[in-house]
């Protein structure tokens, strides 16, 4: 194991060798900021590519015809392309932010028994390298967006979600599950898998229960919920 020597040999390395990245940012943290930067910039470029390339009247009518219970002054108020770009831009910010912190809070809590004591700050610095792959899927949507001769709907071009394969329309009941759950799942689990690994003296069978379990809850709690109301 070798440790990564700077903060962008460690972008390379979460993809690479998750391991030597880790261990790095186990002693560096600060570095994870350029990471948090770029799964921001990534949501950002990814959204002013669609919203520049988009056919705008098709999306308001489409957004018109499948969100019937708005009232039409809200509807001519919120469907402009300024407000749905910030309107996706805000909902990535916050929503990627919450998921590092609640990440960061959940393997603080489920390694106490550890050995090893791994601050909260640690584990957020940790977070944001395991949450890096949705730069990829950000990039994946960015060449899907410019290079698909159809129209899409948002919630089904962001190819980090299910969605983004299975492009449900929005009055769906399904749509906001599908929407929000990351098809890149198996690839954060396994970097979480590296990072509780690296980081703490848990066996192989303990560390697979802590990267997985928050993801599990998701996918099955949150159908339940749906399925029930």
Same mark, same amino acid.
Request: charged fraction near 10%; charge should be neutral.
């Given at each position: ?5 700077? @903060? ?15 261990? =790095? ?72 932010? =919450? ?48 290079? $698909? ?10 190819? $980090? ?32 898998? =590296? ?9 192989? =069978? ?16 949150? @159908? ?6």
């Amino acid at each position: 194991m070798t440790p990564s020597k700077n @903060p962008l040999v460690a972008l390379v390395d979460i993809f690479r060798s998750p391991i030597d990245c880790f261990a =790095a940012i186990h002693e560096r943290p600060k570095w994870s900021l350029l990471a948090y930067i770029l799964i921001i910039f990534g949501s950002v470029a990814m959204w002013g590519a669609y919203f520049n390339n988009v056919d705008l009247p098709w999306l308001q009518q489409t957004l018109t015809a499948q969100l019937s219970n708005v009232e039409h002054d809200v509807q001519q108020a919120w469907l402009t392309k300024e407000v749905l770009l910030a309107g996706e831009v805000f909902s990535d910010l916050v929503g990627r932010t =919450a998921v590092l912190f609640i990440l960061a809070l959940w393997l603080n809590l489920a390694t106490k028994g550890s050995q090893y004591t791994i601050s909260f700050g640690k584990w957020l610095a940790a977070s944001c390298f395991i949450m890096m792959p949705s730069v990829i899927g950000d990039f994946a949507s960015y060449i899907n967006i410019m290079f $698909n001769p159809a129209n899409i709907l948002p919630n089904a071009a962001d190819l $980090n979600s299910l969605n983004g394969l299975l492009k449900l329309p929005l009055n769906n009941p399904w749509s906001p599950f599908m929407t929000t759950m990351p098809l890149l799942a198996p690839w954060y689990i396994a970097l979480t898998y =590296a990072a509780v690994g690296a980081w703490t003296d848990f066996d192989r =069978a303990k560390a697979i229960i802590v990267a997985a379990l928050p993801w599990l809850l998701v996918i099955v709690v949150w @159908p339940l919920m749906i399925a029930l109301a």
